[in-house]
């Protein structure tokens, strides 16, 4: 009986948090976007490993560098965002997921291995730059009572895409090659990405007028 009202319950806070969703521009244009990258971009590093031998012929120990230059990137994003205490801000997210829409698609075409450490580092400083500021401004811009309901529906987006994900690029790769697979995932999310920056106004309004109220 409990886990019978826990599921009820569960289900309801989802329902009333896609409900607040639909009427948020902001929050709604933030998990399209964030969502359609995770699905199609994100899950990149489970083909690293065919980057690392097939395209680059760098063996296991070039593996281990490209997985530490992603790792590197993605610290160097979290340090950089919290010294600059980054605001709520769309247009920032947007643009940051433009830019690792576009680094993602040029590492897929290296086949430069030091040019390649350097793109992975980048990609991995753009994913968390847009993230993050994803999460920052979702949580600022939602109401106190909503915000576990609002992160819940973004974190079943975010995280259950991923598996989605790895199965369409795992597909791809099979029939295509890596690169082939990597760079129709980067596009996928280019085009979610640049949409996001075409429709941004009402949302772009709707973290303004959310901020004033909160000051």
Not at 64 to 85: D, E, K, P
Not at 161 to 167: D, E, M, T
Not at 180 to 197: D, K, M, Q
């Amino acid at each position: 009986q409990r886990a019978t009202s826990a599921k009820v319950g569960t289900i309801k806070s989802i329902r009333e948090g896609l409900a607040y969703i639909r009427q948020k521009p902001s929050v709604f244009l933030i998990i399209i976007v964030v969502g359609t990258i995770s699905l199609f971009g994100i899950n990149f590093n489970i083909i690293l490993p065919l980057f690392a031998t097939a395209v680059l012929n760098a063996g296991p120990a070039g593996f281990g560098f490209i997985s530490s230059a992603f790792g590197v990137g993605s610290l160097l994003s979290a340090l950089w965002l919290a010294w600059t205490n980054k605001k709520p801000d769309i247009s920032f997210l947007l643009l940051a997921s433009i830019i690792f829409c576009v680094l993602e698609i040029i590492f897929a075409l290296s086949h430069w291995y030091q040019l390649s450490l350097v793109l992975i580092a980048c990609v991995g400083f753009s994913q968390i730059a847009f993230t993050a500021i994803a999460n920052t401004t979702l949580q600022t811009v939602t109401p106190d009572h909503l915000r576990g309901r609002i992160m819940s529906v973004y974190m079943l987006v975010f995280n259950g895409s991923i598996p989605l994900g790895n199965l369409f690029t795992g597909g791809l790769v099979s029939l295509f090659g890596a690169p082939i697979a990597l760079i129709a995932g980067g596009a996928l999310s280019l085009i979610a990405a640049i949409a996001g920056w075409i429709f941004r106004a009402p949302a772009e309004k709707d973290i303004a007028q959310s901020l004033y109220h909160k000051e």
